[in-house]
């Protein structure tokens, strides 16, 4: 999971595409970003799913 810092951190980066170097960050490494918390978040609806199916 992600802490606020971090997410903080991603989204001064995200509003100031000059900083990605500042911030450890390629260009494109947003898209990435965007992509990666997609996932995140499907995996963990999914997991969702399968207890609220067990707990039926």
Known sequence: MYTTSNQQKS???SSNPS???ACGKRPGGLVE???HHAQA????????KLI???NK
């Open 41 to 48: 978040q499907m995996y963990l609806l999914q997991k969702l």
């Open 52 to 54: 609220l199916k067990l």
């Open 33 to 35: 970003e965007i992509l």
């Open 19 to 21: 900083s990605s170097q």
């Open 11 to 13: 989204s001064i980066c």
